[in-house]
């Protein structure tokens, strides 16, 4: 039996007390039958714009979804609020497929999971055909643009759905989409006539932090050390091998860390994913290939060991932290190898001229973002045409802010040996030129004759490799993409080779004192934050809602999330009336789990 009222859904089977943001209006939208574009930050409760619409129109709302891998866990996370959710994907056996046509057909199903190739198929577009379809909702609708970070050939196919289901509402979802992307989303599925609702892009409880590299495994342990002992967190390298080595270098550091890449067989990637999303305090260690779709709310941090490829890249990843509102740690070490290593990625795609040139401008973002020494956050909104002119408080560049130095001089050498060496070189080289080293291949090329060569001596290597960094960053140099990592001019170099401009850049981790600037973070504990008196009833809520969860066979969040677990010990809920008022608590689960969890709370309200 269908509901009537949204608010009414909201507070009885999800157990929040009022829609946020835009929540209200897009689900008006739908329910009266009309399209939308959805972009909401990662956490701002996208699903529940597609899932109450579904619940309160006539039939089953259909939702593309583009990883089968996770399907079970959001069905599982549904079931668990007492809905009638399911997937069609090809891990089912054809048993199980014709059970559930069989009860989309009979109208009891509220939520069905499918993939965008799935939907496409002939057999399941007939399906739908004589099926009662109250929505299409299209999650992770960045997926249908070309000029996007991560597109899908397949979700194209899904523009036949404006044609073959003229009457049934359609809902586009997605966290990361610059204006560009927005336009293609709109096209490619045929919602011109959609309503928009642009969110925001601010993610105001990620702390920002962004850092060369150095020693990364020391820098990455000091993080976890320092502020992440115990939680459960993403680690992003960039090649298989990386993430292999780093999941066993922390599983040797006593952590529990699994490794998550393309190239592992499809049954260890799915049994590192269920781990991580079913046990607390794991660490995925991935490439790109792990992340989107991901539910789970309590990631309190990830890691990049290397730069990504665009600002999109990098939102989309770091957005999977703090889903649950608490303070969380965006962190990313990265050096120049990574800058050469990406463009020469770039360079060897079948992509077409146009498309590299898109994908070179958006890494430049990237390695501007990394190098900025100004608010992180308000350069990462302003990408995204979200601009907020008020510094945030909560990046690395605002808690403790860059230090800088006149580098004229030294750029001007840097430059200067760049030309006159041929534009034909990498940076070690380079410096090798600057600091005066006599070796075979200097000496092979003549370039100890140089005026250049031995210039450079007030700075050591890592300081010359520093600045030759900036100077790429800042569009004075740049790096070739055929594949040898040589260094050339850019026309904006030639203001300050002549004398007629200054320059002044971030100091690197070797010249500052300041040790946190290097990839320690802000020295914060990440929530929820309990205070010591609370600890013994925090850790019996969480190792009760393990016990059922394991029992149950689902992730722990999926009984309740630790935002909802930290609300319990601070308003100490003594009976169901009181305990129904704690956000995240709806009435399935007061009635599923409510008992358990008042019995801790009488407890130790008579010890205490």
């Not at 046509?101 to 057999?123: F, K, N, Q, S, W």
Request: glycine share 6%; aromatic share 8%; hydrophobic share 40%.
């Amino acid at each position: 039996m269908k509901h009537t009222d949204a608010l009414d859904i909201l507070q009885t089977i999800y157990g929040y007390p009022n829609f946020r943001g835009a929540q209200a209006d897009i689900i008006d939208t739908i329910i009266d039958g009309g399209d939308a574009l959805a972009l909401m930050p990662t956490g701002g409760g996208k699903s529940i714009c597609y899932q109450i619409p579904s619940l309160v129109r006539r039939g089953t709302g259909v939702v593309v979804s583009p990883l089968i891998a996770l399907m079970q866990d959001q069905v599982d996370a549904l079931r668990a609020l007492n809905l009638n959710a399911a997937f069609i994907n090809s891990t089912l056996s054809r048993e199980e497929i014709a059970d559930t046509e069989a009860a989309l057909l009979a109208g009891d199903i509220d939520l069905l999971y499918v993939a965008p190739e799935r939907l496409l198929m002939p057999t399941m577009l007939s399906l739908l055909d004589r099926a009662e379809i109250a929505l299409f909702a299209i999650d992770e609708a960045h997926c249908v643009s070309q000029w996007g970070h991560d597109f899908r050939p397949e979700y194209m196919g899904l523009s036949l759905l404006q044609d073959r289901f003229p009457d049934i509402p359609r809902i586009a979802l997605t966290a990361t989409a610059d204006q560009r992307t927005r336009d293609e989303i709109v096209k490619n599925l045929g919602l011109q006539g959609a309503k928009k609702f642009i969110a925001g892009f601010d993610r105001p409880n990620i702390c920002y932090a962004l850092a060369e590299a150095r020693n990364v495994k020391d820098q990455l342990w000091e993080f976890l050390k320092s502020q992440h002992t115990e939680s459960a967190g993403i680690v992003y390298c960039q090649s298989r091998k990386k993430v292999e080595d780093i999941a066993k270098w922390l599983c040797e550091q006593g952590r529990d860390a699994v490794p998550y890449h393309a190239g592992m067989p499809a049954q260890d990637r799915q049994r590192n994913q269920t781990h991580f999303l079913r046990n607390d305090s794991v660490i995925v260690v991935a490439t790109i290939a792990f992340g989107m779709g991901i539910d789970k709310p309590d990631v309190r941090f990830v890691a990049h060991l290397n730069l990504p490829k665009s600002v999109e890249a990098y939102y989309q990843e770091t957005g999977r932290a703090g889903r649950d509102g608490q303070p969380s740690d965006a962190w990313l070490v990265y050096g120049l190898q990574d800058v050469i290593n990406l463009r020469n990625m770039m360079a060897e795609s079948n992509a077409d001229e146009q498309h590299k040139r898109v994908e070179h401008h958006k890494l430049e973002y990237m390695l501007s973002l990394a190098e900025q020494d100004m608010c992180r956050r308000r350069a990462l909104l302003e990408y995204f045409d979200d601009p907020n002119e008020v510094v945030c408080g909560n990046c690395d560049n605002c808690l403790i802010p860059p230090e800088t130095w006149d580098a004229t001089d030294a750029a001007r050498k840097a430059l200067s040996c760049t030309y006159r060496t041929g534009q034909r070189f990498g940076v070690n080289y380079l410096v090798d030129v600057l600091l005066g080293k006599s070796n075979d291949r200097i000496i092979n090329n003549d370039h100890q004759s140089q005026s250049t060569f031995g210039i450079g001596k007030e700075l050591n290597a890592t300081q010359w490799r520093s600045l030759f960094r900036q100077l790429i960053a800042k569009g004075f140099l740049t790096v070739d993409v055929g594949g040898h990592g040589s260094i050339s001019l850019t026309d904006y170099a030639r203001p300050l080779l002549r004398g007629e401009q200054t320059l002044k850049v971030r100091v690197s981790s070797a010249q500052s004192a300041s040790s946190s600037r290097s990839g320690g973070g802000s020295k914060r504990r990440s929530a929820p934050t309990i205070k010591a008196a609370d600890q013994p009833l925090w850790d019996e809520l969480r190792a009760l809602r393990k016990e059922l969860a394991e029992t149950a066979g689902v992730p722990a969040y999926v009984v309740f999330s630790d935002k909802t677990l930290a609300e319990m010990v601070d308003k100490r809920p003594l009976n169901e009336s009181e305990m129904s008022k704690v956000s995240g608590v709806g009435q399935h689960k007061l009635d599923h789990y409510g008992d358990a969890f008042l019995d801790v709370m009488k407890h130790f309200a008579t010890v205490t």
